[in-house]
């Protein structure tokens, strides 16, 4: 790993940070019975940093950028949850199914958007109706809360699925500026030399040239 690559990861890392930071402060509130709701984007900025890195590394950053919010009260741990398994579940689906360090197709980018909008969604819906039935005690109760958070749940995938090219498209001119693209595209390994055969003649042509 060239030092250069270091450099720029480290920047586009701290950019990352900064964001998931500003972002985390922008929030809207939506009542459900047992609280309030809080919808943001910042788990985009972790979803982008794992698609243009590495997973790992992506984790490490939004690790850190979660137990910041978390220390400065910008969010409580119930909020936090639903952004911690939703990166969770974004790392497992960029691991496994997309190319590692490559600029990713338009294609493949809505298809990541529309998938963690799908699993945002899943998972809201799974947390609040876990939440109704601790908050109520019996299935009416998780059915009603379930009722009352889900039109939020569903605005909060579909800003997920919206949301997520940019948000990758935007990442990946920075990644691009900064070389990590190039990086890991050169893998070390050379062509091999071109043989110019046309500067080479052989003695029995150069015997033969000469007779005429």
Request: glycine share 8%; aromatic share 8%.
């Amino acid at each position: 790993m060239k030092l250069g690559y270091r450099a720029g990861l480290l920047f586009f890392d701290v950019v990352s940070l900064l964001l998931m930071l500003i972002l985390s402060v922008i929030q809207f509130n939506v009542s459900i019975p047992s609280g309030n709701l809080h919808i943001t984007v910042v788990a985009l900025i972790a979803v982008a940093l794992m698609t243009l890195t590495d997973v790992v590394n992506g984790l490490v950053v939004t690790g850190i950028s979660f137990l910041v919010i978390f220390f400065l009260r910008i969010m409580n741990w119930q909020n936090l949850v639903p952004l911690v398994l939703l990166v969770l579940v974004a790392a497992i689906i960029i691991a496994t199914c997309l190319p590692h360090h490559q600029r990713l197709s338009h294609q493949q980018t809505i298809w990541l958007g529309l998938a963690i909008g799908i699993c945002q969604l899943v998972l809201l819906a799974l947390i609040f109706f876990t939440i109704g039935w601790h908050y109520f005690g019996n299935l009416r109760g998780a059915v009603i809360e379930l009722q009352q958070a889900f039109p939020a749940a569903l605005l909060s995938g579909l800003l997920d699925s919206l949301l997520v090219p940019p948000f990758v498209f935007a990442g990946a001119g920075l990644a691009d500026k900064l070389g990590l693209f190039k990086h890991h595209g050169d893998s070390g390994q050379q062509d091999p030399p071109l043989i110019d055969l046309s500067s080479h003649h052989s003695p029995k042509d150069d015997d033969h040239q000469e007779q005429h």
